[in-house]
């Protein structure tokens, strides 16, 4: 079964870094454009970036173009987000998504990791 | 970029009601258009994909429809493990953008 379990979350200052990675498994990795989206706490969903299947192609939200990057290891069916110039702003659970055979929207999520911005 | 309204934004209902929720996009992204429902502390999980196809394993109580601007998610008969936030994601263009979601909760 498909299964996504990120990691690499936790309290960081403003002005840090982190990175944050999602093991995946059950599926053809290689083969699946993949999705960043995180939720504030109380708050709605936001997408935050995506990759293509070999890695050539990312997209980014205004909100974190310049200070995120995404990328992936298809040797190790592994997604990272490495986190820059984290702000308050930045705090929230974040998902790594799968996309569907037949769309960019995601058949499948991990449980989410959690970063917390403060000083 | 692309927004997306949800109406209403919170909705009391009752086990056996039909429930109705409209998502509006700011333009037409044909059918372009995916529901999600989310659980507290769950990831959101996968119900309708191009605007109207149930998504695998997902009961068939849930349905969808609309296309262009306008587009909305039913709930035939409410069951008990519906009472969730609902959100709607536009997939036309980059940025994907949600609906800032529709909590359905119990009467």
């Known amino acids: 079964q498909v299964q996504l379990v990120e990691s690499g979350g936790g309290v960081v200052q403003p002005g840090g870094s982190l990175r944050l990675s999602c093991a995946a498994s059950g599926f053809a990795f290689s083969s699946y454009n993949m999705h960043w989206v995180r939720q504030s706490p109380g708050r709605g969903l936001e997408w935050v970036a995506f990759?293509?299947?070999?890695?050539?192609?990312?997209k980014y939200a205004d909100s974190v173009k310049g200070r995120f990057t995404v990328s992936r290891d298809n040797s190790r069916n592994t997604l990272y987000l490495q986190m820059n110039s984290l702000r308050a702003e930045d705090t929230a659970m974040y998902y790594c998504a799968k996309t569907h055979d037949y769309g960019d929207h995601s058949d499948y999520w991990g449980q989410g990791t959690l970063v917390t911005v403060c000083s | 970029d692309i927004q997306l309204t949800q109406s209403p934004s919170f909705l009391s209902a009752s086990v056996g009601d039909r429930v109705t929720i409209t998502c509006r996009a700011s333009q037409a992204i044909s059918s372009y258009l995916a529901w999600y429902q989310q659980k507290p502390g769950k990831a959101p999980k996968l119900l309708i994909y191009?605007?109207?196809t149930l998504q695998s394993g997902v009961p068939s109580r849930f349905s969808g429809s609309g296309s262009g601007t306008e587009f909305t998610l039913t709930i035939s008969t409410l069951q008990p493990e519906d009472f969730a936030t609902y959100y709607c994601?536009?997939?036309?263009?980059?940025?994907?953008?949600f609906g800032p979601g529709t909590k359905v909760d119990i009467k």
């Open positions: 191009a605007a109207s």
């Open positions: 994601q536009q997939v036309n263009s980059y940025p994907l953008t």
């Open positions: 990759i293509l299947f070999d890695g050539s192609h990312e």
